[in-house]
């Protein structure tokens, strides 16, 4: 079985300056693909950033980019500029790709999260 | 991004009722819906994976009778709490996919069960 652990459960970083989160994950897929979900208090789930596990180049959105080492099973996010609507819990999440119509496949697993707090 | 639309976002129910939560794909066909719930200050924890047009796949531990999921078309899925009890109170999230793509979610239903 997949599983996705954030090992940090809180931080801070004040506004303008870098952060990172860390992600490791377990599988023993070849193929699958990676998620940052920013979840901020409205609870709404909010697509960060995703990975394709066969895609060597790091995924980057704009002020957010990724650090894949995929031999590692290691999926940091960075977050340049940090803004005050940066603060927010994120999920780092796991999904095999769907193979077809039906089954649980291609279902999210996440991490616990990591509670990301801008300071002004 | 696709829009994924949940209704009610808050809903309070006397303990021993039902409620029904709907999680509608607004412009897309969503082949397949995920139900997850959510505890405060935790992850979210997959309940049950629904296709259109067949029954749901739970996972285990989750109640089945409990929990009714309908994917009756291609754009609606709703979980219905029966017999609701305070310890069902929590966050529940759908999001949907269609085919291969990645899930778009709602916006999550806070049920307080009193």
């Known amino acids: 079985a997949q599983t996705v652990t954030q090992s940090q459960p809180e931080m801070s970083v004040q506004e303008a300056e870098t952060v990172t989160l860390s992600c490791t994950y377990d599988?023993?897929?070849?193929?699958?693909?990676l998620f940052w979900y920013k979840q901020p208090p409205s609870r709404q789930m909010i697509l960060v950033i995703r990975?394709?596990?066969?895609?060597?180049q790091n995924a980057t959105e704009n002020r957010f980019s990724v650090n894949f080492q995929k031999a590692a099973k290691s999926f940091s996010l960075k977050i340049s500029d940090s803004q005050l609507g940066d603060t927010a819990m994120y999920f780092c999440?796991?999904?095999?790709?769907?193979?077809?119509?039906?089954?649980?496949?291609?279902?999210?697993?996440f991490g616990k999260g990591t509670k990301l707090s801008v300071k002004p | 991004g696709a829009v994924v639309s949940q209704h009610p976002s808050r809903v309070i129910c006397k303990s021993g009722t039902s409620v029904k939560i709907e999680c509608r794909s607004l412009d897309f066909q969503a082949t397949t819906m995920f139900w997850y719930r959510q505890f405060p200050k935790q992850s979210l924890m997959l309940m049950a994976t629904s296709n259109e047009g067949s029954k749901a796949t739970y996972e285990q531990g989750v109640e089945k009778d409990k929990f009714l999921i309908n994917h009756a078309s291609l754009t609606l899925s709703t979980l219905t709490v029966t017999s609701a009890h305070p310890e069902d109170s929590s966050f529940y999230i759908c999001s949907a996919r269609h085919l291969n793509t990645e899930a778009f979610f709602g916006q999550g239903t806070r049920l307080t069960v009193v």
């Open positions: 999440a796991f999904m095999k790709p769907p193979m077809n119509y039906g089954g649980s496949q291609g279902n999210l697993i």
């Open positions: 599988t023993s897929e070849s193929n699958y693909y």
């Open positions: 990975q394709e596990a066969y895609k060597q």
